[in-house]
């Protein structure tokens, strides 16, 4: 059964940092593309970054570029949201899946992100 698990979400000043992980279980993320999406309140999940399956090609939204990068370690089985320079309009519910385009698999519980001064 393949779950992820996101965690590292809180509450966050403006212009503050945050980096989110994301351990995938009965699935290897090795070869395979991941990405991070976000749900804000009210509004529908969305991407936001991919990490190709070999690591060396990223992409993002026009939204968060510049300011978030997607990581991984194939060894841990993990995924990371390095988010910077946060707005109150990141606010949302973040979580991570298997794939480039579209989401391949079930989701997680995924981990909340407030930014609020």
């Known amino acids: 059964q393949v779950q992820f698990v996101e965690s590292g979400g809180g509450l966050v000043q403006p212009g503050g940092s945050l980096r989110l992980s994301c351990i995938a279980s009965g699935f290897t993320i090795r070869s395979s593309p991941m990405s991070w999406y976000r749900q804000p309140p009210g509004k529908e999940r969305e991407l936001i970054a991919a990490?190709?399956?070999?690591?060396?090609?990223?992409k993002y939204a026009d939204s968060v570029k510049g300011r978030f990068t997607i990581s991984r370690d194939n060894a841990k089985n993990t995924v990371y949201l390095q988010m910077n320079s946060l707005k109150p309009e990141d606010t949302a519910v973040y979580y991570c899946?298997?794939?480039?385009?579209?989401?391949?698999?079930?989701w997680g519980q995924g981990t909340q992100v407030t930014v609020s001064s």
């Open positions: 899946n298997a794939g480039w385009n579209e989401a391949s698999r079930s």
């Open positions: 990490s190709a399956g070999n690591g060396g090609f990223q």
